[in-house]
């Protein structure tokens, strides 16, 4: 079993719709959580942080469940912008564990 | 603020040939890390360092050495490259903020090995 695991989609949005991603991580001594964006042929970069009471960036919002150890990002009023793979990020000790992406496509 | 720079962008091998991939970040991180991405794998730690003078391994050591002689510098080294080792690389450097270690990441190397 992957330590983080994610559907890899893709998901077809159209524009305005909401969309939700989900993540389960498999060490429950796992320490922060984290969503990252990354691009077509780009390096991934940071979109939120994610705390246990939940957290909301504009139009972003994530979600820790530690009992049940799964992360979630919501996006609302999707852009044709969000296109891009969100990858789910796990702190372990000091090390970043990175699941394989979930994969978005917003058509107009 | 250049943040994390690597090169080459892309880089052509013949099995066997041996080359480094550089990663400079000017951001004072201590933590620096390179990462293999696959399709289908996700990204996977080869090496890491937390400070100059220390490095361990990570996920998928084999194949790559690395050293650590200042803050700013980390490069990778193929020793003998394997079609295998054809991937996308990334160098990250990390600050940890109330426990939390945020990573930002070079543009990333294409290598190809023949």
């Known amino acids: 079993r992957k330590e983080v695991e994610q559907d890899p989609g893709p998901f077809n949005v159209p524009e305005g719709a909401t969309v939700a991603f989900n993540c389960t991580y498999s060490?429950?001594?796992?320490?922060?959580f984290f969503w990252y964006r990354q691009d077509c042929r780009k390096e991934p970069k940071l979109l939120m942080s994610?705390?246990?009471s939940g957290n909301e960036d504009g139009r972003f919002t994530a979600q820790l469940n530690r009992a049940s150890q799964y992360i979630s990002l919501l996006i609302r009023d999707s852009k044709l912008s969000d296109s891009a793979t969100y990858l789910c990020v796990v702190n372990s000790f000091q090390k970043l564990v990175f699941g394989t992406g979930t994969r978005l496509l917003v058509s107009p | 603020n250049a943040g994390v720079t690597q090169t080459p962008k892309f880089q052509v091998l013949k099995t066997g040939q041996s080359m480094t991939l550089q990663c400079a970040q000017d951001?004072?991180?201590?933590?620096m890390s390179w990462y293999r991405q696959d399709p289908g794998m996700g990204l996977r730690l080869i090496h890491y360092?937390?400070?100059?003078?220390?490095?361990d391994q990570g996920e998928v050591p084999n194949g790559y050495n690395v050293s650590r002689s200042t803050t700013e510098d980390f490069p990778l080294r193929l020793l003998s490259a394997a079609p295998s080792q054809t991937s996308v690389y990334f160098c990250?450097?990390?600050?940890?903020?109330?426990?939390?270690?945020?990573?930002?990441f070079g543009a990333g190397t294409r290598l190809s090995v023949l």
């Open positions: 360092s937390v400070g100059a003078g220390i490095t």
């Open positions: 990250a450097s990390s600050y940890s903020t109330s426990g939390k270690n945020i990573q930002y």
């Open positions: 951001m004072n991180h201590e933590y």
């Open positions: 994610v705390y246990s």
């Open positions: 060490n429950s001594a796992s320490q922060s």
